[in-house]
């Protein structure tokens, strides 16, 4: 009885590491696309902003 005891309950442990651990994976997955997406927004956002800047200056000099 003993045995069968610490047999489920390494079983269950076993699993929920697993679901552990792959919730933590795609947690920290989400959480590095968001970063990853904010990066590429600001980066289009300066550029264009880099880009209007150019264009009012050279429509200054005229």
Partial sequence: RSYRNKVVLRKVL????D???HARREWTLTIRADCHYKYVMYNKVYQAWCEYLYIQKEENKK
Avoid: R
């Avoid at 076993?14 to 590491?17: L, T």
């Fill in 14 to 17: 076993s699993a929920w590491k």
């Fill in 19 to 21: 679901e552990w651990w």
